[in-house]
């Protein structure tokens, strides 16, 4: 995948309001379409976010669901801050 890295960054989904905001649009999605990935992606979802890559443009850099203090920060199993290598995930 390639962003145009002047008009949007993009980082994984670091904060818990981040992570709720990503787990609601995949809940109204199941909701709406009954879709048999989102359902699996939701019922393995510690494993499963962590694949999930956030755009952010630069008018949203310091809402909360991108802003990434100290106590809001998601703690993912095995990761380390890593480079952007958005290749797509497989669910």
């Known amino acids: 995948m390639q962003v145009n890295s002047e008009i949007v960054a ?6 818990s309001a ?16 009954g879709s048999s990935r989102a359902k699996n992606i939701l019922s393995d979802w510690k494993n499963n976010l962590g694949k999930f890559w956030q755009l952010v443009p630069p008018s949203e850099a310091g809402t909360p669901e991108v802003y990434a203090s100290e106590d809001s920060v998601i703690k993912h199993e095995g990761s380390q801050q890593e480079s952007v290598d958005p290749a797509p995930a497989k669910f």
């Open 18 to 33: 981040g992570e709720t905001q990503l787990r609601e649009l995949l809940e109204a999605h199941v909701e709406y379409t």
């Open 10 to 15: 993009m980082q994984r989904v670091q904060t």
